[in-house]
């Protein structure tokens, strides 16, 4: 089992990644000694497909499950899932010793991790991630939240989890979809911060898209050392170097809510936001136009869209403007200056943004 250990002083954890770890999750957890007691959060389809097996090794270390199931879509992330979710766990929580596992994608995660922030001021809770886009990048770092309907991730804090188990042989249940979705934030990573990774992603496509073990594991390693790497050095984004993580998002985020929520998905939309970052960097000429064709070039290969479809410029914009990155009413950019690099821009004009977001809308 490869383990990846995050940092953080007292906050500290392991990342553990191995395929079947799943069946190992018991063992885990009994060793961290978080409490008897797992309140596992899912969705109706793993719930059937999944959590058997977690069940099972946790009852085979003395440890107690309870499941709660949440909608598989961006709503779960809501007041009225997150309260009722709170009110179902504190009737379960009498004379145990309680944390919970969000078992899912970056929804389950999130709100998972926002409830176990609040609930008696804070409780353990551990990620066991099973989308790509969640095993690379949202299980990873504490970040959790909830959405209000003007903009995503607008209530949230951040809190650690106790560990986070990446299993990769459950990626091979997964749509294609959402297999592309969670190759959108292995771009951003390639993007930002590692130009090997960015090669490995253009030369190994068929492998990856057929989930071959070592080359899932390649991606997985590099993008959790990254983004590991990034958080020890500034946990709570006060630095400014854990804001290259949001490449892509600032529009990504606006093109999902204006959307509301449903026409494109978070890796959908983060590769939409990634072009128009690139192309407001290159019309900024910090980027060169060859750099800018590779990354629209990787973006095609795995089947991402590169066109915004059905929603209003207008509506885009207005998103925007509340998004929660924006300093003292400054807009904030992750751009681009190579593959590899990134800077972090502010102030950047509107109709230099406008321009970008036209240029990969469709009117259709």
Do not use: W
Not at 120 to 134: D, S
Not at 180 to 186: M, P, Q, R, V, W
């Amino acid at each position: 089992m490869k383990i990846v250990k995050l940092k953080l002083k007292e906050r500290s954890y392991p990342i553990c990644i191995e395929e079947g770890a799943i069946n190992k999750s018991g063992c885990l957890l009994k060793k961290l000694n978080l409490g008897s007691d797992a309140v596992i959060i899912t969705n109706r389809y793993l719930e059937k497909k999944i959590s058997p097996t977690l069940k099972n090794s946790l009852k085979k270390h003395n440890i107690s499950s309870k499941i709660y199931v949440v909608p598989d879509t961006e709503k779960a992330k809501s007041f009225r899932y997150c309260l009722n979710l709170i009110d179902k766990i504190s009737k379960h929580d009498k004379n145990k010793r309680l944390f919970l596992v969000a078992l899912g994608g970056g929804v389950i995660g999130d709100l998972t991790g926002f409830v176990a922030s609040i609930y008696k001021r804070g409780i353990a809770y551990v990620q066991i991630p099973t989308t790509l886009l969640a095993q690379i990048d949202s299980a990873i770092g504490g970040k959790t939240a909830i959405d209000l309907p003007i903009a995503k991730n607008l209530i949230g804090a951040f809190h650690q989890p106790k560990t986070v188990i990446v299993d990769p042989g459950l990626l091979k249940s997964l749509p294609k979809r959402q297999l592309k979705a969670g190759l959108a934030e292995a771009i951003k990573y390639a993007v930002i911060k590692d130009e090997s990774l960015f090669s490995f992603l253009n030369n190994n496509y068929k492998k990856i898209m057929a989930l071959d073990k070592e080359a899932i594991e390649s991606i997985e390693t590099k993008c959790i050392n990254i983004k590991s790497q990034i958080v020890e050095q500034d946990e709570k984004e006060k630095k400014g170097i854990r804001t290259i993580l949001n490449f892509g998002h600032t529009i990504g985020h606006a093109i999902e809510s204006a959307g509301g929520y449903n026409r494109y998905n978070h890796g959908e939309a983060i590769s939409l936001g990634m072009l128009c970052a690139a192309e407001i960097s290159c019309n900024l000429k910090m980027l060169r136009k060859e750099q800018l064709d590779k990354i629209i070039f990787l973006v095609k290969l795995y089947g991402l869209p590169v066109k915004i479809k059905g929603i209003a410029l207008s509506k885009i914009m207005s998103s925007l403007a509340k998004d929660k990155k924006f300093i003292h009413g400054k807009n904030r950019f992750v751009l681009p200056v190579g593959i590899g690099r990134v800077k972090v821009v502010t102030h950047i004009p509107e109709n230099t943004i406008r321009k970008a977001i036209l240029k990969y809308s469709s009117p259709n």
